[in-house]
């Protein structure tokens, strides 16, 4: 019986996903006269997208890439993205998960699509990870807009919540355990029959057990190469389709030479030599495997911080009913209540209640703060032993908490000067060796006439050369020293940031708040009965104020505050505002002037005698009329001296910087020590002070706290702010010290020394290690399996130089 045969479809492939697809159904398009086909309507529309946008470069560039059609037709909830957005000023950030990417040409495509967007200050894509770290303009792009654009190309973005990156390394290392396992499984039976050959080869062998041998070997080393070592060929593959040289390179060329020359010589009866590229790909997956765990060792603080971000909160509504509901829905100025032993979800500021809580994981001091009405709470600490009423102050993304961990996760990114010599070493390295391990191949096989010898000793430079131990140096290095500084509570906002405070040579310090208690207490009130109830207005005025001074007249009033309308801050000079409808100022005498305020003589003596018992003073205004005279007394902190002393004792020149009189800077700097003092600077005057100086030639470092800081942190070579600081100061220093203790900063400068020195000992041992074991290698001294244990050694030296910071 006979029967019609039917042909199946022809198939053809997306011209933008790959997948194949039957010729009849799929859809076509001229593009530029060439005719395309695609699977669905949704692989066009990213093809034109990207073809209008002029980005066809990224179907050259990619490799790698798993054939499907991109995920855009899911609805995206732009309100689940809202509580991962960081305010900055005008400035808005978020980071995103993105599914959908098959390989490094994405993350080009997502970069250079997104950056055509007008209103994108910034955009960084991690390949491991798939995190997308996205900077904005609110008033020119909404994050709606972005959402949709990311979508456009064939990306779907997620909410960024967990540690997604504790979570890669944890799958790394697993994977890598599974390889290294099943080469060590392999390998140990290889050797086996690898040592009978051996022995084979000196006392003689049967032909047919030779044979049975090297097949046997063959067996076993192909897993060993092709599953355990995978990630090297594939690594290596995308390098060269790519035009670059990695170190998986070497590795591949290594490994893959043997193996092939080996199966060659089943067949010619010469020397096998599975073993080499079998343990070559063993150790090499061992060092990785432990590299892994280190990794994921120094990351785990961070994992440890975001698992104390609750993920629910107790709303209290207007009406006063309790309703548990997400976080990413509390809006601020909303109120939460908080019972014992709960976990604070949301930064605020407390309205009722009084509690002890439990601030640990923000500042590394284990006794318990007492909270009250007024007081700032952090989220992830918690109650112990009573309820809180908190009006929340930043949603889910801008709490300290998530600042923290942003700013570690950055600073692990963020790469030390010195690890440029590293990066420009390693770009010319690879393709160097190669060229070095065919020149001894050739030289050996000219002089000794031998194939084995002179593959054997190629080899051997491939192997021994892999610059692991280089590219590590830095990197690891200043992983482990964040997240060490991270549990002392001392944030270090850039891996750089080491080695620049390990050159600092002089220390800059304001006065108020930083090596003074920044909690002055009243001791002289003058009152020249402009206006009644004169310490009710003052009190209203300053209640506004973020600086110390302004927080001790607030406190100094029980009584009832009055409104202010159009609060304004002078920094570094003074405050005011509008109380029914009189105009009240209050600051230093330049700040009178300067709003031609008129002082008579009685105020001038009351403000010289005042300064000349080292105090603070305080001047009122009423409309253009002096109305007061305040004095306070700012002490010393009790850490200042000794903290002064270990600066002294580091050889470091001293420099004291305050907007207050030259009568009260020039008490402080005498009870310090500090010789070089200057006083009533504005916050640019200070920022010169400090330009002054780094022109001369002096790196320097500003220790300040207050918003009138800001510009000079931002100025200085290094700045470095306190747990008590304004928001500003927080954001414009490099270094934030979390608790509230002086001493750390020096605890800061001697751990950098340290990191620093240990950075560079991690690099004269990589560059001493291939400078001596390259030699070896191209005069046929080191065996290939020698070299990758030498080579995993090497590795091996740097981690463990590393993870001595944890002990810092």
């Known amino acids: 019986m006979s029967g019609i045969e039917k042909s199946s479809p022809e198939k053809v492939r997306c011209d933008h996903c790959l997948q194949e697809c039957n010729q009849t159904s799929a859809i076509t398009a001229l593009i530029d006269g060439i005719k395309k086909s695609f699977c669905c309507q949704g692989c066009l529309g990213v093809y034109e997208l990207i073809h209008s946008n002029s980005l066809d470069a990224f179907y050259n560039q990619r490799c790698d890439w798993q054939p499907g059609p991109p995920e855009i037709e899911v609805k995206l909830q732009t309100s689940s993205f809202s509580d991962t957005v960081t305010i900055t000023g005008k400035e808005q950030r978020i980071e995103l998960l993105l599914s959908g990417i098959r390989c490094a040409s994405c993350i080009w495509l997502i970069e250079k699509f997104l950056m055509k967007i007008d209103g994108v200050v910034s955009i960084r894509v991690n390949y491991a990870t798939h995190k997308a770290s996205i900077t904005w303009c609110g008033e020119k792009v909404s994050l709606d807009t972005l959402l949709h654009a990311i979508r456009s190309i064939g990306y779907l973005p997620h909410p960024c919540h967990g540690n997604e990156t504790t979570e890669l390394f944890t799958r790394e290392k697993r994977d890598l355990l599974l390889r290294a396992g099943t080469a060590g499984f392999f390998s140990m039976q290889l050797m086996l029959f690898t040592i009978a050959l051996y022995a084979g080869f000196f006392e003689g062998i049967e032909a047919r057990y030779r044979l049975t041998f090297q097949l046997i070997s063959w067996v076993l080393a192909t897993p060993v190469l092709f599953y355990s070592g995978f990630p090297f060929f594939a690594s290596a593959l995308c390098s060269l389709r790519r035009s670059t040289l990695n170190m998986d390179v070497l590795v591949a060329l290594g490994s893959l030479s043997a193996y092939c020359y080996s199966i060659a010589m089943i067949f010619y009866g010469g020397e096998i030599f599975f073993d080499t590229a079998s343990m ?161 191949f050739l030289y050996w096989k000219l002089t000794s006439a031998s194939t084995v010898i002179a593959l054997m000793n190629a080899v051997s430079v491939l192997v021994i050369a892999c610059p692991c131990a280089l590219g590590l140096a830095t990197p690891l290095a200043i992983l ?89 801050t002078t920094p570094g000079k003074g405050v005011s505002g509008w109380i029914e409808g009189t105009l009240w100022r209050a600051g230093s005498k330049a700040f009178m002037d300067e709003e031609n305020v008129i002082i008579e003589s009685e105020p001038c003596a009351h403000t010289a005698a005042l300064e000349a018992e080292g105090k603070t003073v305080v001047m009122i205004a009423c409309g253009n009329k002096l109305a007061g005279v305040v004095g306070m007394i700012d002490d010393l902190r009790s850490d200042t001296l000794p903290f002064i002393a270990g600066l002294r004792k580091k050889g470091f020149a001293l ?154």
């Open 480 to 568: 482990v020293a964040t997240t060490t500084a991270g549990k002392r509570g001392i944030l270090v906002k850039g891996g750089d940031i080491f080695e620049t405070v390990s050159k600092t040579t002089t220390v800059v310090l304001d006065k108020t708040g930083t090596i003074t208690t920044g909690k002055p207490s009243m001791t002289d009130l003058y009152d020249y009965r402009v206006s009644p109830s004169f310490m009710q207005y003052i009190a209203s005025l300053e209640a506004a104020s973020e600086h110390s001074t302004g927080r001790t007249i607030r406190d100094a009033w029980q009584g009832k505050l009055l409104k202010t309308e159009r609060f304004k």
């Open 655 to 808: 420099k004291m910087l305050t907007g207050d009189n030259h009568g009260v800077a020039t008490y402080i700097a005498a009870r310090c020590g500090i010789t070089d003092v200057q006083a009533g600077l504005g916050p640019l005057e200070k920022a010169a002070v400090i330009r002054s100086l780094k022109e001369k030639g002096e790196c320097v470092m500003m220790v300040g706290d207050g918003i009138n800081d800001a510009p000079a942190l931002t100025e200085a070579d290094i700045g470095v702010t306190l747990g008590n600081a304004s928001g500003i100061a927080l954001e414009s220093a490099s270094v934030a010290i979390l608790n509230d203790d002086l001493e750390l900063i020096n605890t800061l400068i001697t751990s950098s020394s340290q990191c620093f020195n240990i950075i560079r000992q991690n690099l004269v041992w990589a560059f001493s290690y291939n400078l001596i074991a390259l030699p070896l290698a191209v005069s046929g001294v080191l065996h290939p399996i020698i070299s990758a244990l030498l080579m995993v050694s090497s590795s091996l030296v740097v981690v463990s130089n590393s993870l001595r910071l944890k002990n810092i």
């Open 280 to 440: 070559i790909i063993t150790f090499i997956l061992l060092g990785r495997y432990l590299e892994a765990g280190s990794r994921l060792k120094a990351g785990n603080s961070i994992a440890e911080l975001m698992e104390l971000q609750p993920h629910d909160a107790l709303l209290i509504s207007e009406v006063g009913a309790a309703a548990m509901v997400p976080v990413a829905t509390v809006q601020i100025g909303q109120m939460i209540e908080i019972i014992p032993g709960d976990r604070i979800p949301l930064d605020g500021r407390v309205v009722d209640g009084e509690a002890e809580v439990n601030e640990a994981m923000l500042t590394g001091e284990s006794n318990p703060v007492q909270k009250k009405t007024g007081s700032d709470v952090f989220a992830g600490s918690f109650s112990m032993n009573g309820r809180l009423r908190i009006q929340v102050s930043g949603n889910a993304g801008n709490t300290l908490l998530a600042r923290i961990i942003r700013t570690v996760e950055d600073a692990q990114a963020r790469k030390a000067p010195i690890q440029g010599i590293a990066d420009k070493t390693a770009g010319y390295f690879v393709p160097a060796t190669i060229i070095l391990a065919l020149a001894t």
